[in-house]
């Protein structure tokens, strides 16, 4: 028997405490009791995605709150600007795409964040541009983007700004309303320290108002009916009752951290993750990383998909490979959710074992070292 470790960038591990709750007798969400809970996890959540602005939850992966943003900001034929750094800077494009929505791209090489000053002049390149799409960390990169410095340059227009922060969120800053974010989109496996099913979306004033006008075809994904529904403490359709009441419990944990202590240990076991993978020789793969999630060049010489196999089959570590056409070139080592610093420390001792046998020449405890004169 070998203990699981969950060191993907998504799912992350749920704790016990929270896995819990979510075994508890299921209630029916029309009733005062469901009530509770929903208007103290909306209260909640604003604090955690830092806005007075009401948060919606809807019963889908992450992806379904992306496409909330399209599908409600949007109407056909409308320009938004997409920053395409990885795959899921590239999936906001395709949605868009999808919904008759044009796309100014900006794309970025992969492993590089995106420059609020060509923000800048993308916007006043193209003139109409109604939305802009980015992520805060690019999950299939570790890149974490400049959103502050996007949204200087995006409140200074009539434009909205969309970040993705689906694996971001609580692992890197993101000040919503401080620093002029219309729309936060998230998911309940990562930082949430949830199971998957649920994502988020904050909506800004400005935001809303392209809410009125988009004429492009929705009904469960209407943000309208939320807003009517969440007007009353009610949600449009069944919610995810166990999840809704597991992300109570969750935010709890995260609050009682307080959301500045979580960015401040994500950072540090970040921080430490990539100062170890150095001290074995390897290369980061992001120029600007995150703190969500360490992306790492596979040396030259070692097959990256075993790396990941062996790590999960013989370890029982789940990391992450590449996607796409970064596959076998990256492998992912995430550090989001519930994780302290021995996560980090088995992870690192089982790659050191891992890469020794497929090869690469690594002095067996350098990286822990490392991890022990940061993590002390
Ligand atoms: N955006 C980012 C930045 C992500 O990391 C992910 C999931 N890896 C998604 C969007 C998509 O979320 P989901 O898989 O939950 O639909």
Known sequence: ???????????????????????????????????VVLKEVSEKL??????????????????????????????KGDKALVVRGGKFGERFGEICQAYGVEVVAY??????????????????DNKGIKVVYSTLC???????NDIKGIAKEVAATDAVLVVDAVSGLSADELKTDEWGVDVVVS????????????????????AEKLVETSNIPKYYFSLKAAIKAYAKNDTPWTPAVSLVIGLNGALDMMLQEGVDNIV????????????????????????????????????????????V?????????????????????IFRVAHLGYMDEYDIIASIAALEMVLSQLGYKVELGKGVAKLEELLK
């Open 1 to 35: 028997m070998k203990k699981y470790r969950l060191m993907s960038p998504g799912p992350t591990p749920v704790p016990e405490k929270v896995l819990l709750k979510m075994a508890d007798t299921i209630i029916h969400h029309r009733t005062p009791q469901f009530q």
């Open 46 to 75: 604003k604090k955690v995605f830092c806005t007075a602005n009401p948060v919606f939850i809807f019963a889908s992966s992450g992806t379904g709150a992306m496409e909330v943003s399209v599908v409600n900001l949007l109407s």
């Open 107 to 124: 794309d970025i090489e992969s492993g590089k964040a995106a420059d609020p000053a060509m923000i800048k002049k993308l916007l006043k």
């Open 138 to 144: 690019e999950t299939s990169t570790g890149v974490v």
């Open 187 to 206: 998911g309940s496996q990562k930082g949430l320290m949830l199971p998957p099913g649920l994502s988020f979306l904050s909506l800004s004033k400005k």
């Open 264 to 307: 401040a240990r994500h950072a540090r076991l970040a921080k430490a993750t990539r100062a170890a993978v150095k001290a074995l020789g390897l290369e980061l793969f992001a120029v600007n990383p995150s703190n969500a999630v360490t992306a790492v060049k596979v040396p030259q010489g070692v097959d990256g998909g075993a790396i």
């Open 309 to 329: 196999k062996k790590m999960r089959d013989e370890q029982s570590i789940t990391i992450a490979g590449g996607q796409s056409e970064l596959k076998g070139k």
